[in-house]
């Protein structure tokens, strides 16, 4: 499964965004599906998730802020962002879970928000 991230940009604190990643194959089957981020300098850290069994996860900084959906019609996994912080400002890599030995990764799209 191959998968093509996209909707990253420029946009003002306050404002939003939506990411979009795309796969080649079916999401229907994936156990997770989710996004990560990386900030210049930082380690990697999960942003939002969705389990096959409808659990959800938000990281702590953006709950109330971003959300995560999926269309299996459409085998896209997307992310809103909205109330945009400059501390949003990272590259956000989408991922899909088949099992607990295959993982697949998007290439990353840049958010970068300005002050």
């Known amino acids: 499964v191959q998968l093509q991230a996209s909707g990253g940009g420029l946009v003002q604190a306050g404002g939003s965004l939506r990411l979009s990643c795309a796969a080649s194959?079916?999401?229907?089957?994936?156990?997770?599906t989710g996004w990560y981020r990386q900030a210049l300098g930082k380690q990697r850290e999960l942003v939002a998730s969705f389990s096959k069994d409808g659990t959800t996860y938000y990281a702590e900084s953006v709950k109330g802020r971003f959300t995560i959906s999926r269309d299996t019609a459409k085998n896209t996994v997307y992310l809103q962002l909205n109330s945009l912080k400059p501390e949003d400002t990272a590259v956000y890599y989408c991922?899909?879970?088949?099992?607990?030995?295959?993982?697949?990764w998007g290439q990353g799209t840049l958010v970068t928000v300005s002050s």
């Open positions: 991922y899909l879970r088949k099992n607990v030995v295959s993982t697949y």
């Open positions: 194959g079916s999401i229907f089957s994936m156990i997770v």
